[in-house]
């Protein structure tokens, strides 16, 4: 997991709520990425960020938001408008080659 | 479109064992490849980095191999343990920037029974 922690670990959303996972890096990366994964697929890209204040859309984007206000951190908010949130959450720094978190299970009740 | 394709998608194998994971991947243009293991719950931590000039690498009991020329790599592990029941994930990087510069795999989940 290295220098990169992801809190909480596991969530609980009821539908129609926002959340916001946490992603926090002492790694000293200009670039933060947000994964999704689910059982019997590869991880897909959400978001990522190459600079602070700066980040673009990843290949699933619809229904997450995020920012990058500091350089240590990469916050991710699942909105509403995400119809099927119940998954995996990873987030990752890359400098040469990409480093993990240790994730966030969210679950839709 | 860039792709990596990964089999089995499971294994079972008994403790001591042997076994080989294979990756297909049809990435342009090449960079390097990795295998990550993943524990469950848990993020991918890395095992293994080829570039092209690579054939083999080794990191302990985890050995793997690439073909640049047919695109496809393995994933051997030698005299198998408990702990090395996990998932095996084999990841592309393309020489493009941005976003679409890593390609993934769907894993393969290995569980090594005592």
């Known amino acids: 997991d290295g220098g990169i922690t992801q809190s909480p670990k596991y969530l609980f959303r009821k539908e129609g709520q926002n959340v916001t996972l946490s992603c926090e890096q002492n790694l000293n990366h200009d670039a933060m990425y947000w994964y999704r994964q689910d059982p019997g697929q590869g991880l897909r890209l959400i978001y990522y960020s190459q600079i602070v204040n700066d980040f673009q859309k990843g290949d699933i984007a619809e229904g997450y938001s995020v920012s990058r206000e500091k350089k240590e951190s990469f916050p991710l908010t699942v909105t509403s408008a995400q119809k099927n949130p119940t998954a995996f959450y990873l987030c990752?720094?890359?400098?040469?080659?990409?480093?993990f978190g240790p994730g966030t299970r969210l679950t839709v009740l | 479109k860039n792709q990596v394709e990964q089999s089995p998608q499971s294994l079972i194998i008994l403790e001591g064992k042997n076994c080989t994971l294979q990756c297909n991947y049809t990435v342009s243009p090449f960079s390097n490849l990795r295998w990550y293991k993943q524990d469950t719950g848990r993020g991918p931590v890395s095992l293994t980095i080829m570039t092209f000039s690579e054939n083999t690498k080794s990191n302990g009991r985890y050995t793997a191999t690439l073909d640049a020329d047919t695109k496809q790599s393995s994933l051997h592990i030698t005299a198998s343990q408990l702990s090395d029941s996990a998932s095996y994930i084999c990841?592309?990087?393309?020489?493009?920037?941005?976003?679409?510069?890593?390609?993934f795999g769907s894993g393969t989940r290995l569980q090594v029974q005592p």
């Open positions: 990752a720094t890359k400098y040469n080659e990409q480093f």
């Open positions: 990841v592309v990087s393309s020489l493009d920037t941005g976003r679409r510069a890593l390609t």
